[in-house]
């Protein structure tokens, strides 16, 4: 398939469609309307996408088209098309920039994650059902099936959970309500909920803090989200008799939330990197099957922006990181300053704390 020489020039000169012209190393060397700069390759604008790029260019030399749908996460036109032209190492590229498609294509994630949640879901509950006629010691074995089973299908579910939350949070469509609560019980609860499902690991869970009634205005369950990614960072980059501490202080007019590890450490040539999209280091010996997608990070950041905070990380490799969370204090009514009810984390199944933590911590669901 090759892109004839009136087809190229009605695209970059269209409206519709915002495009550029790249050489066979995926180099910009014509920039039409697109958000690219000549000179620069799709590598250095979308360094987290160095493998998709590796299968475009392999697509490529065969004379066929390029497709991309990652690029939404990145842009707000969100489908990559590269097509080879006429001229030979010369590749056509093309983002979408049609309302109707930009809305077909940008509920894609949506709609992949809402077709793996139900079935999941469902065999979930099923599984949950068939545990109830399987009490006592006599189906013992029957019940780690039941376990092992259902710990897969949160593994499912972790893997599609944080790209539908970070495409829902770049695109503005998560739901975000600011309340006035107070921050050290809140954390205390969400200390205790990880507790519980840390119990039979041999991580500490510590929570530190001399501040009482710290009110900020935060979303329980996007604060909580936060915090439950950086702990299970942290706990899949540190030895398991190792310490996670969560801690809380206040400066200069700011709550300062902190999550420390006594990990492996970050290199500091990788930690300009750990907040983009899908990027995992390659210098760690934990297992493939532990890493997540490279979201968790970028997720945090896009939390911290809907609350008017920040994220920052240090890190010393075979020490340890820390992350800390920094949130605007709250200088309203004090009447409006509510206790946060974070047990629904620990009896929610569905909740992010199953999610994130059942398989890490391989919960026993059923008994």
Known sequence: MEASCDFI??????????AFLCDSHLCVIKNGNAPVKVGQTLYDLFPALGEEFVRAESTLCQNAPFFSTKFELFLKNTTLLLLP????????????????TKKDSGDLIAQISDRYRSPVSNILNILSV??????????????????AAARECYA???GIMPANDYYLLVNKRMSCTLTPQFLES??????AALRSFFRKTEYEIVFETEEHAVAVAFDSRLLSLAVFHLVSN????????SKITISLRTIKGRAVITVRDEGDGIAQEELDRVFEPFYT????????ERMGMGLGLPIVREIMALHNGSVAIT???????????????YDGPSLGVVHSDTAKYAADKFSDLYILFADLCQINLFY
């Open 9 to 18: 020039d009605w695209i970059l000169d269209s409206e519709k469609i915002a």
């Open 156 to 158: 499912i579910l972790r």
């Open 234 to 241: 942290a706990a899949c980059f540190s030895p398991q008799d």
């Open 186 to 191: 809140f954390l205390s609860d969400i200390c």
């Open 130 to 147: 068939l545990s109830c006629g399987m009490q006592g010691e006599t189906y013992a074995r029957e019940r780690a099936y039941l376990n």
């Open 85 to 100: 032209t006429q001229t030979s190492g010369v590749f056509l590229g093309i983002f979408s920039n049609d309302e109707t």
């Open 315 to 329: 890190s010393t490799v075979n020490q340890g990181t820390s992350v800390s969370l920094t949130l605007p204090l």
């Open 281 to 288: 280091s390659h210098r760690t010996a934990v297992p493939e």
